[in-house]
């Protein structure tokens, strides 16, 4: 099992710019998060999905961002146009309802 | 609001300690809690506590979920280096969404 895959690894953009972060679940797992992570905030929820349909995208921070699940093996987070305070750790985690959590290795984004 | 308080912040031991690390909870229609390992990179699953005064155990790390008093913790005998890490608890309620604490920073010298 590869686990989760998220890419790119690391993004570094310019403010106004549009950065899309990429993640494939594990295969069978029915829940997939995304979640931010900065010193300040520690990690936060931003959206899950639950088999490809949204569940609760009140952790996502305004407008500029947006997130699909097209199909169950691929998952693209947005942020359009991009901020400075975007900057963060995003991680993709998937499960299989009362498991843990498997996450995926992030997406460092700095937004200069 | 639901609400994941950990403490201590952080925690500097020497190797062969054993240590405790706490977390308090206030969540509405409360699931789960759970507690992962978070090196430098993404944070890894350790245990998950549905049952109050049931404990988990894997090797030296063991943790006991307080249903009554909203809190769990985590202990780590006989430490070693290779402890060193964030420990994060997080709790989930009806849904499957996860709330996280701010962790604890865990130092273990040699």
């Known amino acids: 099992d590869a686990g989760v895959i998220q890419s790119p690894r690391h993004e570094v953009t310019e403010m106004g710019q549009e950065v899309t972060l990429r993640c494939k679940p594990i295969s069978g797992h029915d829940y997939l998060f995304w979640y931010r992570q900065t010193m300040m905030r520690g990690l936060e929820l931003l959206i899950y999905f639950n088999n490809n349909v949204p569940i609760d995208d009140s952790g996502m921070p305004e407008d500029r961002f947006s997130a699909k699940m097209p199909n169950a093996s691929f998952s693209t987070l947005k942020i359009q146009p991009s901020e400075p305070r975007d900057s963060a750790v995003y991680f993709c985690?998937?499960?299989?309802?009362?498991?843990?959590?498997?996450f995926g290795s992030g997406t460092r984004l700095t937004v200069v | 609001e639901d609400k994941v308080v950990q403490s201590p912040l952080s925690l500097v031991v020497h190797e062969g300690d054993t240590v405790t690390l706490n977390c308090s909870y206030e969540?509405?229609?409360?699931?789960?809690l759970l507690w992962y390992k978070q090196e430098k990179k993404a944070p890894t699953f350790l245990f998950m506590l549905?049952?109050?005064?049931i404990e988990k155990k894997s090797g030296r790390l063991s943790s006991i979920l307080d249903k009554k008093e909203l809190f769990s913790i985590l202990n780590i005998t006989a430490t070693q280096t290779g402890d060193s890490a964030i420990y994060l608890c997080?709790?989930?309620?009806?849904?499957?969404?996860?709330?996280f604490g701010k962790g604890t920073s865990l130092l273990v010298t040699p």
């Open positions: 985690a998937s499960s299989l309802r009362v498991q843990g959590s498997s």
């Open positions: 969540v509405t229609n409360f699931r789960s």
């Open positions: 997080a709790v989930a309620n009806s849904g499957y969404a996860l709330n």
């Open positions: 549905t049952s109050s005064g």
